[in-house]
Nanobody, 121 residues
Framework: QVQLAESGGGLVQPGGSLRLSCAAS????????MGWFRQAPGKQREFLAT????????YYLNSVKGRFTISRDNAKNTVYLQMNNLKPDDTAIYYC??????????????WGQGTQVTVSS
């Protein structure tokens, strides 16, 4: 069992940056691939980025590639999402998930509660 808790969301102006954190508790965080997703009002949950358990490989949604960076620190049981050049369309609830190196949300076994990101002037 893995428990996940996101933090770092908030209100930011267009062009700004945020770094989201996802702290994990429970067993063997370092054995789980991790992912970040987001869900805007009225839309389906959308894949953003994923990282392997050892952190050596990553994969991104094309529209965020070059703006978002996923990383992890297994010593701190934490995965991060650095978001730069944020746009109003990035406004959503952001979720981290454990268990899959995949774009498919159904490949992940554990989810956090989400953190709100609002991009507005």
């Amino acid at each position: 069992q893995v428990q996940l808790a996101e933090s770092g969301g908030g209100l930011v102006q267009p062009g700004g940056s945020l770094r989201l954190s996802c702290a994990a508790s429970g067993r063997a965080f370092s054995s789980y691939p991790m992912g970040w997703f987001r869900q805007a009002p009225g839309k389906q949950r959308e894949f953003l980025a994923t990282i392997t358990a050892d952190g050596t490989s990553t994969y991104y949604l094309n529209s965020v590639k070059g703006r978002f960076t996923i990383s992890r620190d297994n010593a701190k049981n934490t995965v991060y999402l650095q978001m730069n050049n944020l746009k109003p369309d990035d406004t959503a609830i952001y979720y981290c998930a454990a268990g899959g190196f995949s774009t498919d949300r159904f490949a992940y076994d554990y989810w956090g509660q989400g953190t709100q990101v609002t991009v507005s002037s």
